[in-house]
């Protein structure tokens, strides 16, 4: 039986760690990782770690703090063989690649799931959202994150995955889940 990681593509708002709330549970042996919970416990346990670890360029000089406890957990979670679903924002194009090539040692499958909404349905979002600035290194807010991720965002290439979906409209997202749902399963 193959495993899998899904890994959610999108920026700030976009739905991601709903979709993998909504999917997790009809994935046998699935597991979430996300990196927000990382950047709280980095918050609060170590401020003075967490304050030297900002930079959020996507030019990956050197990984981030957040980013090297997150490879830590994701390959614990591989070892164990789970199917994985990555609630981030994956949005750069270095840090997906070093998290395929990872992944790809395991050999287990990709799916790329890319929530590709217009900005307007993101800013709505911001605006209702109760979700807790403090994960957040750079931006001030979630309106400014948005603004900010214009320029840095980098779309995924879809051949560097196994399978992947492209999701342009929230009424989309429940045929898609369907779907890798029933990928899972086989």
């Known amino acids: 039986m193959n495993r899998y990681v899904l890994l959610t593509i999108g920026k700030t708002h976009s739905g991601k760690s709903t979709f ?6 009809e994935i046998p ?9 990382i950047a709280l416990f980095l918050r609060a346990t170590f401020p003075n770690l967490h304050a030297l670890d900002m930079d959020h360029s996507g030019g990956f000089s050197s990984p981030s703090l957040k980013f090297l406890m997150f490879r830590t957990i994701l390959t614990f979670a591989l070892e164990q063989d789970f ?7 994956n949005m750069y194009e270095k ?3 070093d998290v395929l090539d990872i992944i790809k040692k395991y050999r287990h499958k990709t799916i790329g799931v890319y929530f590709n909404y217009p900005e307007e349905i993101l800013l709505e979002r911001v605006e209702k959202s109760e979700r807790d600035i403090k994960v957040l290194r750079v931006s001030k807010d979630f309106k400014d994150l948005v603004i900010n991720q214009r320029m840095r965002f980098q779309a995924p290439n879809k ?7 492209e999701i342009a ?3 989309e997202l429940l045929r898609i889940q ?3 749902v029933e990928l899972v399963k086989q």
């Open 95 to 97: 840090g997906r690649k």
């Open 169 to 171: 409209n929230p009424t």
């Open 178 to 180: 369907k779907t890798i």
């Open 83 to 89: 199917n994985i679903v990555m609630s981030n924002s």
């Open 29 to 37: 042996n699935g597991v979430i990782l996300e990196t927000d919970p």
């Open 20 to 25: 993998a709330n909504e999917i997790i549970s």
């Open 159 to 165: 051949n560097d995955f196994d399978y992947f979906f």
